[in-house]
């Protein structure tokens, strides 16, 4: 390490009452913090190739929200299939339930939504009411 280096580096004391193994650490251990070094990245380059791994997350917006009860209703019916075991699964109950997250969501953001979100509301109740039916038979699609 560089002189610079070392300057930028800081210390995180470890206090928990368990080892890195997992075995609780004795009386004298718990008593004397271990110290592990944290450096910063010493280029740009390692940096950016760090933040490069790590995917950017989607903005948090009401819309966003929507539509992720909208997928998991459509994972949930059998729609698509679920992201972790690329298998078409039905849970008809669990999707009943999401239909009514959002439809408490309407009832709890009446006036308070835009048109925009309003209107995504409504249709995303919409087509999973719709297919909620189709699913259990009380209609044909």
């Given amino acids: 390490m560089t002189k610079e280096q070392e300057e930028q580096a800081f210390t995180i004391t470890d206090k928990r009452g368990f080892r890195e193994d997992g ?3 004795a009386p004298e251990d718990s008593q004397k913090p271990q110290e592990k070094p944290i450096t910063e990245p010493s280029s740009k380059e390692e940096a950016k190739s760090a933040q490069q791994d790590i995917p ?7 819309p966003s929200y929507l539509l992720s ?4 209703g459509l994972v949930l019916m059998g729609e698509i299939p679920n992201p972790y075991t690329n298998k078409k ?5 669990a999707a009943r339930h999401t239909i009514d997250i959002l439809n408490m969501l309407e ?3 009446k006036g308070n939504l835009s048109n925009d979100e309003r209107q995504l509301l409504e249709n995303v109740l919409y087509e999973l009411r719709m297919k909620y ?3 259990t038979n009380r209609i044909k699609i």
Avoid: H, L, S, V
Wanted: glycine letters at 0%.
């Fill in 56 to 62: 950017p997350r989607p903005a948090i917006d009401f």
């Fill in 89 to 93: 699964e039905e849970d008809i109950e």
């Fill in 133 to 135: 039916m189709a699913k």
């Fill in 107 to 109: 009832e709890k953001t």
């Fill in 69 to 72: 009860y909208y997928t998991q």
């Fill in 23 to 25: 075995e609780a650490r």
